[in-house]
């Protein structure tokens, strides 16, 4: 079976500049859930619009369900859902017009998932998007991208700017097509809690490429974050280089290391490489799991 | 009205689990994003509390995979992966066609954990509490908490008895 989208080695940047996407390959599967994280400027939107061909990649190649997005832009689009914080939606159109538009562009449109989200969501049906709140222009937007029972459901940021209502409206949303339709999922968020309630793989952004591919459990079960004394560290280029060592920081006057590995085992690892006995070792959450791979360095000098 | 079912009494039903079976698995577990545990240990323990504390009784029905996902807004592979690891450890068993159950025959572990390793946390937990100031009384005060805690569902059940009079 095709995978629902395979990024190979693609490059892209903007008016010549240092590329946003530099080089970045994955693939999903159909039913798979995947959130993608990043700093602001990361590259997630890049990657979103390239999935769903509104923009080219220059170099590299993209395919959703074995076709290319901007050449085949019809057959793909109809197989997929796409919401985003910065959606443009045609604002004098009222919501009842929006919905009757796609329900006319899809044949699949299920009319009874129409009626619940309508009935979930209570949106005005004759009121013009501009006149709606961000959280309702984005509820119609969701309605939009779902009933026609998509096999890849695009969220990029959803739940940007939206109360915790709306929030958890879109998760149950999503929930609900992961159950009942098996949609894949590739999701852009900085709300750690939602990516650990649609769990799945999570994929780490970072300087164009993707840094870490794990899924959500082996992140918070098989990664931990030594702290060690920075005057215990006589070889930093060691502890950078030594075996399942991810990224290395400096936080005033400690070093900060995510390591591969149960909190024994990295122990060990950094008695046995580097004769450090005295390391705090533990697993953490998701949010400082993110700050300790992507966050900047403190240093001494700069306190 | 809804009501629970019955202590022992198995609610096997071929086919989906009553609204009764996926109200009462729900009301038995409180999941939190931003806990310490991943969202698949919270569910393991809660339910694992759950069976030690009588409120969920041997042959009792769990809701499926897809209601308990749907109920508590998480992935369904992330209830799955509870229930595997739930039934690895003998917790529950699932029978095709039929649905998911506490074991009737649990572990060895849950019937009754060597008195030498109790023991040996009870000298552990007085330590702890001698040291941080506490004396015998008040450790006895927690402990009667704590049991409290797994034979009610604390605040899970208080949860629920305001629910269940709406």
């Known amino acids: 079976m095709k995978p629902v989208i395979m990024f190979r080695d693609v490059v892209r940047s903007y008016d010549g500049g240092k590329p946003v996407l530099d080089g970045v390959t994955f693939s999903m599967q159909s039913e798979e859930v995947v959130g993608l994280l990043g700093r602001n400027g990361s590259g997630k939107t890049t990657l979103m619009r390239i999935a769903m061909g509104m923009l080219f990649p220059h170099k590299g190649s993209v395919e959703l369900f074995g076709l290319s997005p901007t050449e085949h832009p019809v057959e793909v689009k109809k197989?997929?859902?796409?919401?985003?914080?910065?959606?443009?939606?045609?604002?004098?159109?009222?919501?009842?017009?929006?919905?009757?538009?796609?329900?006319?562009?899809?044949?699949?449109?299920?009319?009874?998932?129409?009626?619940?989200?309508?009935?979930?969501?209570?949106?005005?049906?004759?009121?013009?998007?501009?006149?709606?709140?961000?959280?309702?222009?984005?509820?119609?937007?969701?309605?939009c991208a779902v009933c026609h029972r998509p096999e890849l459901l695009?969220?990029?940021?959803?739940?940007?700017g939206l109360d915790p209502v709306v929030r958890r409206e879109f998760l149950e949303t999503s929930i609900q097509l992961l159950n009942r339709e098996g949609t894949a999922i590739l999701f852009s968020s900085h709300q750690m809690a939602d990516v650990e309630r649609l769990g799945g793989r999570v994929l780490l952004l970072d300087g164009g490429r993707i840094r870490l591919d794990r899924d959500l459990v082996t992140l918070r079960e098989q990664l931990c974050v030594a702290v060690i004394t920075r005057a215990a560290v006589a070889d930093m280029a060691a502890l950078e280089r030594a075996p399942g060592v991810l990224r290395v920081r400096t936080m005033h006057d400690k070093v900060h290391a995510v390591i591969d590995g149960n909190p024994d085992s990295v122990k060990r690892l950094l008695a046995e490489h580097l004769g450090v006995r005295d390391a705090e070792v533990k697993r953490v959450g998701l949010e400082d799991l993110f700050i300790e791979m992507l966050g900047g360095e403190r240093l001494e000098s700069a306190a | 009205m809804r009501r629970r079912v019955a202590s022992g009494q198995c609610n096997a039903v071929a086919g989906a689990p009553s609204d009764m079976v996926i109200y009462i698995t729900c009301m038995l577990l409180s999941i939190s994003a931003s806990d310490d545990l991943p969202i698949y240990r919270q569910i393991m323990?809660?339910?694992?509390?759950?069976?030690?504390?009588?409120?969920?009784?041997?042959?009792?029905?769990?809701?499926?995979?897809?209601?308990?996902?749907?109920?508590?807004?998480?992935?369904?592979?992330?209830?799955?992966?509870?229930?595997?690891?739930?039934?690895?450890?003998?917790y529950i068993t699932s029978q095709r066609g039929r649905g998911t159950f506490v074991s009737d025959t649990l572990p060895k572990a849950a019937q009754g954990v060597q008195a030498?390793?109790?023991?040996?946390?009870?000298?552990?937990?007085?330590?702890?509490?001698?040291?941080?100031?506490?004396?015998?009384?008040?450790?006895?005060?927690?402990?009667?908490?704590?049991?409290?805690?797994?034979?009610?569902?604390?605040?899970?059940?208080?949860?629920?008895?305001?629910?269940?009079?709406?």
């Open chain 2, 116 to 166: 030498e390793q109790l023991g040996e946390l009870a000298r552990k937990l007085l330590s702890q509490a001698y040291l941080s100031g506490m004396r015998l009384a008040e450790v006895m005060q927690l402990l009667r908490q704590a049991d409290r805690s797994l034979t009610t569902g604390s605040d899970v059940a208080s949860r629920t008895r305001r629910k269940t009079a709406i």
């Open chain 1, 79 to 143: 197989r997929i859902g796409f919401v985003a914080a910065d959606q443009e939606l045609p604002m004098f159109w009222s919501v009842g017009e929006l919905i009757a538009l796609h329900r006319k562009l899809f044949a699949k449109w299920d009319a009874a998932m129409e009626k619940q989200l309508l009935e979930r969501f209570a949106l005005p049906l004759n009121t013009r998007l501009n006149k709606l709140s961000t959280g309702q222009r984005r509820q119609a937007a969701l309605l």
């Open chain 1, 154 to 160: 695009l969220l990029d940021e959803p739940a940007a």
């Open chain 2, 45 to 90: 323990r809660q339910i694992m509390d759950a069976i030690a504390g009588g409120r969920l009784a041997r042959g009792e029905q769990l809701s499926s995979h897809r209601e308990l996902s749907e109920q508590l807004v998480i992935a369904p592979l992330t209830v799955k992966k509870a229930y595997d690891e739930l039934e690895a450890l003998g």
